[in-house]
Each structure stands twice: as structure tokens, then as C-alpha cells.
């Protein structure tokens, strides 16, 4: 290569690598893999040692990747006003780990440490590196002071009150011993099974899911709502005291230490004192790891003495004494037999890959998204092309390339529907997005049907029926609205095929009870495109009834706090549509709440101040033990913390959280125990538990 080729090619590197980094940490939404990206960079750092005089200080060489916002990523804002979080610069820079792939490339760094450091003796600290975002905690006196996002590893993003929210982050600190101020990193995760709650939901809102449990942790990180971050399930571990006043003599005693001040720590840290022992290490959580309930991507090696880690030093992007050891992702090559293209209840139309099944993570695969039509033109993907399939965090099936090697000589590129697949209406797509929309919200079958079933869902009016059911009523023409299943009466469903008694009986009897639901279900269960659950309860909350939030006007609307312009404009025009009036009304005729309710009193104080997980089953539903606790004074919290009072344990618990329990130390007790604390009379007495209810052809519920 010419020096006029590597200018071009560094170029090139350049500008895709800073695209990528951009996607990665702001839009929590890569592009690429980390594998990828990795090799990216190495050919630019050769290419920068073969031509150094195209070295500049700002090559992606010689920085970290950017969490910060600017004005390039700003734009309309679904979920509020755009805020910029304040900014603070780190104590000590937040660096990056070089990043190796391979056992050899691992012996290259325990061979440059042994020969920098000659005939002293050390050891190495192996632990998991976890697929998160970064954070820097700062505690003074025992108390958490600032949370940091790592920035550009020189600033970083002040998201304290956010990760107050996060349960295992301690606010103070336990015991003796700490330093009067220090700082501590770790990361942020978030569980796969948060992960896939969290990525239902969205499904279920038909928003793009995240790609995996790290960017899922990222974007919730940075939410402008506190209390929406407390309710995403996030975790913290922690593992690098940065600070030279420290007066330990390893790494490994630091965070014995800090694990008892009461900070998240990971138990899997293992001290290796040579390169087979580190081998056998990464061998064994290779295996291990797809049991662990959060996402790891590879192992990190540190130089476990202090002394010698500052011996050693860095580079100007990462510490000379640790490496990462990335593993490989689970991948299989398949077969895309077909693309179909499905309506979903907003009108969005998602391309799916139906392809040969194949086994991946212990499971077998058999369909996977292709997002919209731009990323299908990204890939160039064809129909009976051999596709590579992974798991995004090992949970959600994506294609990540095609063998060209095996595409067939008579392949034709799919051309993307010019019209609905489900009613022929042309398809628009949105100013500046991706997706492409049928605009016949109100006689899409599709659409329809879909809007139906979020109707009935758990979530929002929680009436026993399923997807068999709706499209039976539906193709009866029966029903057509979410009112019109008001109106159906006994006999009307025992004339249909599949309908008994007892059947029929359940189904009109969730009907009567979704009445008592409140309005900010009601409100979400109307399934205007953009309002999900938080908004929605939001909205209810600011407004008050549904009179006021159809008359609001758009500024009215903007000035709730979890709505920003998309959402307004959303919410501003469903009411502006004479059937929707109409709807609302027949709606209120049927008893539905179209208001809040007044605040419950409490019934009494006996939980005042009480912070109370629970986990398992009781005589009663989860639902109300928990509204008892809250109807007592005291504080339901989704995850076990330093702060958590009791763990009221049913029968099966979660060993996950008798577990954690039992570390911190808290008091478990049971559904009995439980009872003796509250006033007498105050708790429904015991019954059976629940029987599942199942759709009338056969769909569990």
C-alpha cells in the first residue's frame, strides 16, 4: 500500500470506527459487532505504525469511545424534553481495556508483564467482564456523593440520582475502614430477566427491542426519569478503587475490602499466578457463563499487586497491567427460506425471517426480525441465502451476515412492500425513520385485531381471552371496537363453535371485572401509537380524567413530564378523530374509569418505613400482598438491597433471592409472619390459589 492508499484507507477507518463508537455509546444501538469493530481498529493502528505521520491526537486510537450527547444526536424526543445531564470531570481517567481474542494474544501480555516487571514476583486477578456500562461511584464520609458515566473517559455524565435508584448501590456505607473519600468503578447491567420484560414490553408498544441486556443498561442509565429507572431491574457490580491513597497491597484485598463496606462485588474473582492457570479459568466460564443470569462477553486479567500496576502504567487509551479476553459469540449458519412482512396494532410493518431451524444457546431458532427494510438493504439479503444467526445477549435471534460463498446463482434481492400485505393501503413511511406504516389505522384488519388483543392484555384491562378469541369475533364481525365487547351477550357466545358454558361464563365475568381497572390502564389500554404504561400513568396522573387530556392543546400536553413532541402530537391527534370521541363514550357508558381515583387512605401505620421484597407464591395474589404492604405504610421493592427491611418469602421462592438475603443479611419471613404484623381482620383469608385460565383454543393466558 501507497502512502497516498493509507491516507484514504485511514480515512475510511477513521470515519466508520467514530460512526460506530457514536451508535454504540449514545444510540445504544451498534451496528456492528464487537468483533468487527475490534479488527477495525487493529488495521488502524497498523496502519498508523506504518504511517505515522497520519497520527492524530483525535484518532479513535488514541481515545476512548463517548458516551456524551451533542447537538449531532439530538432530535425529537419520545419521552421528554431533551435535558442535558451535568457534567464533571473524573479524578482519574476512565480508560478503555485492550482487547484480545485469542490464548496467544494472552500470553503476549502475561509475557511483556514478566519482562517489565523481571524477577519480581506477582499474580493475576481473573474475573468476568461484564457486558454493562460503565460507571465511576464517589463516596465521602460513607456516603454515595456522585455517579459518573464514563464520558469521554475525561467527563463523564452526573447520573447520581439514578443510581440511587439502582437497588444494590448502597447510598451509605456499612462497617469501618473505608477511606474518608474515594472513588469506585464497576458496571451497570441489566439481568436477562429484566432484559426480556423490558424488550416485551417494548415488542409489545411496537418499538424496536434492544439489541442486548449492555444497551438495554445504557439507554435505561440515562433516562431522564428516576423512579422509570428504578422500575427497569438494573444492577450494579463493582471492581477497580482507582485511587493511590488506598493502602491495600493487591487488587484482590480492595475489593474483599469494599465487599465489606457493603459494595456489589462479584464473588467469581479467581487469583492465577500463571498462563495455564488464567487458561483454565477462561476455559471453565465459557461453559459456566450461560447459566449466570446477567450478560458476560469475555474475561478480564489485571496484574493483582498495586505496586506493580502502577509500575507498569498506560498507554494513553488503556492500563498496561489488564487485558480483556473477549469470547467468541455463539453463531450457527442456516438457511432463510423465506420474508414475510407483518402489521402490527400501530400500522408498523416488520420484515421476518422464517428460517431453517437451527440450534443456538440451547435452543431452537426458527424466525428472526429484520428490523425494516433499510437494514435488509444494509445486509443484502436474499431469499435462500445461508444467513449467520446469533443471539443478541444470547436471548433475541438476529441475522448478523450472509454467506455469499453460498448464495444461489439465480437469487433476486426482496423488493419491500409498496402496499399493506394485509389491505392494500400504500404505505407511507415517517420523516427521518425507518419504518414503513400502513396509514388505514381504523380498517386495517391487522391493525384492528391487534389493538383488540392490547386491549384485553394483562396490562391493560387484563380480561381472560387470547388471540384465537379475537380473531373468531373478529372474523364473526361481532367485534370491532374494544366497546363493542361490552355489548356481547351469554347467548350470543354459546351459539359460537368452541364455546361452553363455563367458558363463557369467565370470559363475561373479566369483562365485569375490568370495570374496577384504573384510568391509567384505561388509558394505556386505548392504544394510542407511542403511550406506553409509564406515559400513560403519567398522563392519568397530570391531567386528572379523560375530558381534560382530549381538549389539551399541544403545549398542555408537552408540559407533562414523560411526554416530549412525538408523543403530544401522537396523543393530540388520536383525539382529534370523531370515532375515537365516539369510542370513549360508548366506553364510559360500559363503566369504565375515565378519571382517577382518590387517593386510598392507608389502614394502618404498622409497615411505616419498611422496605419489603417479595418472592414466591401466597394465599393470595402477588398483586394484593403487595398493595397490603403498601396500604400498611410500608415500601414494595422490586430487588433485595442494603436498604430492604424484611424478604417476605411464600412457598417456591426465588433461590436467586434467598441467596442474596442471606448475604446481606436480611431477615426473611414468612406469609404467617407476616400476617402477625398487621392489625387483625386487615388480610383476606386464605384461599386457593388461582387456576390459569386458558383462550378457548388452547393459548395459555
Not at 58 to 78: F, M, Q, Y
Not at 428 to 452: H, S
Not at 583 to 605: C, V, Y
Not at 627 to 650: F, K
Given at each position: 500500500?501507497d502512502?497516498?492508499?493509507a491516507?484514504?484507507?485511514?480515512?475510511?477507518?477513521?470515519?466508520?470506527?467514530?460512526?460506530?463508537?457514536?451508535r454504540?455509546y449514545?444510540?445504544n444501538?451498534?451496528?456492528?459487532?464487537?468483533?468487527e469493530?475490534?479488527?477495525?481498529?487493529?488495521e488502524?493502528?497498523?496502519?498508523?505504525?506504518q504511517?505515522p505521520?497520519?497520527?492524530t491526537?483525535?484518532?479513535?486510537?488514541?481515545?476512548?469511545g463517548?458516551?456524551?450527547?451533542?447537538?449531532?444526536?439530538?432530535?425529537?424526543?419520545?419521552t421528554?424534553h431533551?435535558?442535558?445531564f451535568e457534567?464533571?470531570?473524573?479524578k482519574?481517567?476512565?480508560?478503555s481495556l485492550?482487547?484480545?481474542?485469542?490464548?496467544?494474544e494472552?500470553?503476549?501480555f502475561t509475557?511483556?508483564?514478566a519482562?517489565a516487571?523481571?524477577s519480581?514476583e506477582?499474580?493475576?486477578?481473573?474475573?468476568?467482564?461484564?457486558?454493562?456500562?460503565?460507571?465511576?461511584?464517589?463516596?465521602?464520609?460513607?456516603?454515595?456523593?456522585?455517579?459518573?458515566?464514563?464520558?469521554?473517559?475525561?467527563v463523564?455524565?452526573?447520573?447520581?440520582?439514578?443510581?440511587?435508584?439502582?437497588?444494590?448501590?448502597p447510598?451509605?456505607?456499612?462497617?469501618?475502614?473505608?477511606?474518608?473519600?474515594?472513588?469506585?468503578?464497576g458496571?451497570?447491567?441489566?439481568?436477562y430477566?429484566?432484559f426480556d420484560?423490558?424488550?416485551?414490553e417494548?415488542?409489545d408498544?411496537?418499538?424496536?427491542?434492544?439489541a442486548?441486556?449492555r444497551?438495554?443498561?445504557?439507554?435505561?442509565?440515562?433516562?431522564l426519569?428516576p423512579?422509570?429507572v428504578g422500575?427497569?431491574?438494573?444492577?450494579?457490580?463493582l471492581?477497580?478503587i482507582?485511587?493511590?491513597d488506598?493502602?491495600?497491597?493487591?487488587?484482590?484485598?480492595?475489593m474483599?475490602?469494599?465487599?465489606?463496606w457493603?459494595l456489589?462485588?462479584?464473588?467469581?474473582?479467581?487469583?492465577?499466578?500463571s498462563?495455564?492457570?488464567?487458561?483454565?479459568?477462561?476455559?471453565?466460564?465459557?461453559?459456566?457463563?450461560?447459566?449466570?443470569p446477567?450478560?458476560t462477553?469475555?474475561?478480564?486479567i489485571?496484574?493483582?499487586?498495586?505496586?506493580?500496576?502502577?509500575?507498569?502504567?498506560y498507554?494513553s487509551k488503556f492500563?498496561?497491567?489488564?487485558v480483556a479476553y473477549?469470547f467468541?459469540?455463539?453463531?450457527a449458519?442456516?438457511?432463510?427460506?423465506?420474508i414475510?412482512?407483518?402489521?402490527?396494532?400501530t400500522?408498523?410493518?416488520?420484515p421476518?425471517?422464517?428460517?431453517?431451524?437451527?440450534?443456538?444457546s440451547?435452543?431452537?431458532?426458527k424466525?428472526?426480525t429484520?428490523?425494516n427494510?433499510?437494514?435488509?438493504?444494509?445486509?443484502?439479503i436474499r431469499?435462500?441465502?445461508?444467513?449467520?444467526?446469533?443471539?443478541?445477549g444470547?436471548?433475541i435471534?438476529?441475522?448478523?451476515?450472509v454467506?455469499?460463498?453460498?448464495?444461489?446463482?439465480?437469487?433476486v434481492r426482496?423488493?419491500f412492500?409498496?402496499?399493506?400485505?394485509?389491505?392494500?393501503?400504500?404505505l407511507?413511511?415517517e420523516?427521518g425513520?425507518?419504518k414503513?406504516f400502513?396509514?388505514?389505522q381504523?380498517g386495517?384488519?391487522?391493525q384492528i385485531?391487534?389493538?383488540?388483543?392490547?386491549?384485553?392484555?394483562?396490562?391493560?384491562?387484563?380480561?381472560i381471552a387470547g388471540?384465537a378469541?379475537?380473531e373468531?369475533?373478529?372474523?364473526l364481525?361481532?367485534?370491532?371496537?374494544?366497546a363493542d365487547?361490552?355489548?356481547?351477550k351469554r347467548?350470543?357466545l354459546l351459539?359460537?363453535?368452541?364455546?361452553?358454558?363455563r367458558?363463557?361464563?369467565?370470559?363475561?365475568s373479566?369483562?365485569?371485572d375490568?370495570r374496577?381497572?384504573?384510568f391509567?390502564?384505561?388509558l394505556f389500554?386505548?392504544?394510542?401509537?407511542?403511550v406506553?404504561?409509564?406515559?400513560?400513568?403519567?398522563?392519568?396522573k397530570y391531567?386528572?380524567?379523560?375530558?381534560r387530556?382530549?381538549s389539551a392543546s399541544?403545549?398542555?400536553?408537552?408540559?407533562?413530564?414523560?411526554?416530549?413532541?412525538?408523543?403530544a402530537e401522537?396523543?393530540?391527534?388520536y383525539f382529534?378523530k370523531?370515532?375515537h370521541i365516539?369510542?370513549?363514550?360508548?366506553?364510559?357508558?360500559?363503566?369504565?374509569?375515565m378519571?382517577?381515583?382518590?387517593?386510598?387512605?392507608n389502614l394502618?401505620e404498622a409497615?411505616?418505613?419498611?422496605?419489603?421484597?417479595?418472592?414466591g407464591n401466597?394465599s393470595?395474589?402477588?398483586?394484593?400482598?403487595?398493595?397490603?404492604?403498601?396500604?400498611h405504610?410500608?415500601?414494595?421493592?422490586?430487588?433485595?438491597?442494603s436498604r430492604?427491611?424484611y424478604?417476605?418469602?411464600?412457598?417456591?421462592?426465588?433461590?436467586?433471592?434467598?441467596?442474596?438475603a442471606?448475604?446481606?443479611?436480611?431477615?426473611?419471613?414468612?406469609?404467617?409472619?407476616?400476617?402477625?404484623?398487621?392489625?387483625?381482620?386487615?388480610?383476606?383469608?386464605?384461599r386457593?390459589?388461582?387456576?390459569?385460565?386458558?383462550?378457548?383454543f388452547g393459548?395459555l393466558i
Amino acid at each position: 500500500m501507497d502512502r497516498n492508499e493509507a491516507r484514504i484507507r485511514i480515512d475510511e477507518l477513521r470515519e466508520t470506527l467514530r460512526e460506530n463508537s457514536r451508535r454504540y455509546y449514545v444510540e445504544n444501538a451498534p451496528t456492528m459487532s464487537d468483533y468487527e469493530y475490534d479488527h477495525l481498529m487493529y488495521e488502524l493502528e497498523d496502519l498508523e505504525k506504518q504511517f505515522p505521520e497520519f497520527i492524530t491526537p483525535d484518532s479513535p486510537t488514541r481515545i476512548v469511545g463517548s458516551d456524551l450527547e451533542d447537538s449531532s444526536t439530538s432530535g425529537k424526543a419520545l419521552t421528554g424534553h431533551r435535558k442535558e445531564f451535568e457534567q464533571y470531570p473524573h479524578k482519574y481517567p476512565m480508560l478503555s481495556l485492550g482487547n484480545t481474542y485469542s490464548m496467544d494474544e494472552v500470553l503476549e501480555f502475561t509475557s511483556r508483564a514478566a519482562k517489565a516487571l523481571g524477577s519480581k514476583e506477582f499474580s493475576y486477578s481473573c474475573e468476568l467482564k461484564f457486558d454493562g456500562t460503565a460507571i465511576c461511584l464517589t463516596y465521602r464520609n460513607g456516603r454515595l456523593l456522585k455517579a459518573l458515566t464514563r464520558g469521554d473517559g475525561v467527563v463523564g455524565d452526573d447520573v447520581t440520582e439514578n443510581a440511587m435508584r439502582i437497588s444494590n448501590i448502597p447510598v451509605t456505607l456499612k462497617g469501618s475502614g473505608y477511606p474518608e473519600e474515594f472513588e469506585i468503578r464497576g458496571e451497570v447491567l441489566m439481568p436477562y430477566k429484566e432484559f426480556d420484560r423490558l424488550n416485551q414490553e417494548r415488542i409489545d408498544e411496537e418499538e424496536p427491542p434492544f439489541a442486548n441486556p449492555r444497551n438495554a443498561a445504557s439507554g435505561s442509565l440515562k433516562l431522564l426519569d428516576p423512579e422509570e429507572v428504578g422500575r427497569r431491574g438494573l444492577w450494579c457490580t463493582l471492581y477497580h478503587i482507582p485511587s493511590p491513597d488506598i493502602s491495600f497491597r493487591t487488587h484482590d484485598e480492595a475489593m474483599r475490602a469494599a465487599a465489606s463496606w457493603g459494595l456489589p462485588i462479584s464473588d467469581k474473582r479467581e487469583i492465577c499466578r500463571s498462563a495455564e492457570e488464567i487458561e483454565n479459568y477462561i476455559n471453565r466460564w465459557d461453559k459456566e457463563r450461560k447459566f449466570l443470569p446477567y450478560a458476560t462477553d469475555g474475561i478480564v486479567i489485571k496484574i493483582n499487586e498495586l505496586e506493580y500496576q502502577t509500575e507498569l502504567g498506560y498507554t494513553s487509551k488503556f492500563p498496561r497491567w489488564a487485558v480483556a479476553y473477549k469470547f467468541q459469540a455463539e453463531r450457527a449458519l442456516t438457511k432463510l427460506e423465506s420474508i414475510v412482512y407483518q402489521v402490527g396494532r400501530t400500522g408498523a410493518v416488520t420484515p421476518v425471517a422464517n428460517l431453517a431451524p437451527v440450534q443456538l444457546s440451547g435452543t431452537v431458532v426458527k424466525r428472526a426480525t429484520l428490523n425494516n427494510a433499510g437494514m435488509m438493504e444494509q445486509m443484502d439479503i436474499r431469499t435462500g441465502d445461508s444467513v449467520y444467526v446469533e443471539k443478541g445477549g444470547e436471548i433475541i435471534p438476529k441475522i448478523t451476515g450472509v454467506e455469499l460463498s453460498e448464495r444461489p446463482a439465480d437469487s433476486v434481492r426482496p423488493v419491500f412492500p409498496e402496499i399493506c400485505p394485509d389491505c392494500g393501503t400504500p404505505l407511507v413511511k415517517e420523516d427521518g425513520g425507518a419504518k414503513y406504516f400502513c396509514p388505514n389505522q381504523d380498517g386495517c384488519p391487522m391493525q384492528i385485531k391487534g389493538r383488540l388483543l392490547h386491549f384485553l392484555s394483562r396490562k391493560a384491562m387484563n380480561v381472560i381471552a387470547g388471540e384465537a378469541t379475537v380473531e373468531q369475533l373478529f372474523n364473526l364481525d361481532m367485534v370491532r371496537t374494544p366497546a363493542d365487547f361490552y355489548d356481547l351477550k351469554r347467548n350470543d357466545l354459546l351459539r359460537l363453535e368452541g364455546w361452553k358454558e363455563r367458558m363463557a361464563d369467565r370470559f363475561l365475568s373479566s369483562l365485569r371485572d375490568s370495570r374496577k381497572t384504573g384510568f391509567d390502564r384505561v388509558l394505556f389500554a386505548l392504544g394510542i401509537r407511542y403511550v406506553g404504561e409509564t406515559t400513560a400513568k403519567s398522563a392519568a396522573k397530570y391531567f386528572g380524567n379523560i375530558d381534560r387530556i382530549s381538549s389539551a392543546s399541544m403545549e398542555e400536553l408537552l408540559a407533562v413530564p414523560d411526554i416530549g413532541e412525538v408523543i403530544a402530537e401522537s396523543i393530540y391527534n388520536y383525539f382529534r378523530k370523531p370515532e375515537h370521541i365516539v369510542e370513549i363514550q360508548r366506553l364510559r357508558a360500559a363503566g369504565l374509569k375515565m378519571s382517577m381515583d382518590a387517593p386510598e387512605e392507608n389502614l394502618s401505620e404498622a409497615l411505616k418505613g419498611l422496605s419489603i421484597v417479595i418472592s414466591g407464591n401466597f394465599s393470595i395474589s402477588r398483586d394484593e400482598m403487595k398493595e397490603l404492604i403498601t396500604l400498611h405504610g410500608g415500601r414494595n421493592s422490586s430487588s433485595l438491597s442494603s436498604r430492604t427491611s424484611y424478604l417476605l418469602a411464600g412457598t417456591k421462592p426465588g433461590p436467586e433471592k434467598m441467596k442474596k438475603a442471606e448475604q446481606l443479611g436480611i431477615k426473611v419471613i414468612s406469609e404467617d409472619e407476616f400476617r402477625k404484623m398487621l392489625p387483625e381482620g386487615s388480610l383476606p383469608e386464605n384461599r386457593e390459589e388461582e387456576e390459569e385460565y386458558t383462550d378457548l383454543f388452547g393459548g395459555l393466558i
